[in-house]
């Protein structure tokens, strides 16, 4: 039985008149008076009983009318969610972001989004570079955003959004909130909060071991908000990306000699076609104005 045979039966149930029921369905009354009778041999007995212009359904026909009416108001609804889906109302959007980033260079693309795209539910979720890249392969996520400081993995196909620089991060009163930048080596033998999440806390380390910096560690944590948050509490500086920094008491200084940065990339899997909603979010991403924050 196809849908449309099952439409013209319906239709027919509803006035029991051939022709009026072709007229509503739009089509001749020969075109629905043979989809009728091919139904009638597919199931195998009359489901009208021809009576002139009058017609009547038959024990058969009454039976399977509830039937035929629950696979036709199915379909409508699965024709219903494509058109959702296509027009982008109430469809799912993944999005995974990083931990390590920040909300202060987001939160405006992802108003933005909502506003011009009401009616697509879009979900953020977090986690670490490995967690993303997993959740994109298995189809988990639509997109993530996210710095893979090692390089992407050659099955994601990515995007540039903006480069952010590493800054230092004091509490009022601290004696680098006297200077306009602050040299890697100003922070030798300096209280230090280590960010343990930072995806480029090895090169920093490492840097740092280089050139014979000592950094003392009062406080460790993978908690963007508990680092930030000891801090201010006077349990000396962090390095942190510029954009992640969120609390409002806290002086920033660059970070020069060296100066570090890193590249925000949107991510999906490369060759998997994007989902409307997701390709409306990635065009909102790469058109964004990122300098205007």
């Known amino acids: 039985m196809e849908l449309d045979q099952a439409r013209y039966f319906l239709a027919a149930c509803e006035h029991l008149n051939f022709t009026r029921a072709a007229e509503e369905c739009n089509i001749s009354q020969p075109s629905l008076t043979v989809a009728i009778k091919k139904l009638e041999d597919e199931f195998g007995g009359p489901l009208f009983h021809r009576e002139g212009k009058r017609i009547l359904l038959t024990e058969l026909g009454i039976r399977l009318k509830p039937f035929i009416g629950q696979m036709a108001e199915q379909a409508e609804s699965v024709r219903q969610a494509a058109k959702d889906f296509r027009l982008l109302r109430q469809v799912p959007l993944k999005v995974g972001i990083m931990t390590t980033i920040g909300p202060m260079r987001l939160s405006g693309l992802l108003a933005r989004f909502k506003q011009d795209h009401p009616g697509v539910e879009l979900g953020v979720h977090e986690g670490d570079l490995g967690e993303l890249q997993a959740q994109l392969d ?5 997109l993530a955003v996210l710095h893979a400081p090692g390089g992407h993995l050659p099955s994601q196909r990515f995007v540039s959004l903006y480069r952010e620089r590493y800054v230092v991060i004091v509490p009022p009163g601290h004696p680098f909130e006297r200077q306009n930048t602050v040299r890697l080596q100003d922070t030798d033998k300096a209280a230090y909060v280590d960010r343990l ?11 740092c071991g280089q050139n014979g910096i000592e950094l003392y560690a009062g406080f460790r944590s993978e908690r963007e908000d508990w680092v930030q948050g000891m801090v201010m509490a006077g349990m000396g500086f962090a390095f942190m990306p510029e954009y992640s920094v969120t609390h409002s008491g806290i002086l920033r200084r660059p970070l020069v000699e060296p100066a570090i940065d890193r590249e925000v990339c949107l991510v999906n899997v490369a060759g998997r076609q994007l989902s409307p909603a997701a390709a409306a979010f990635s065009r909102a991403a790469q058109h964004y104005r990122w300098g205007g924050e």
């Open 138 to 142: 298995a189809g988990e996520l639509d």
């Open 197 to 207: 999440a930072c995806e480029l806390r090895e090169t920093v380390m490492h840097v």
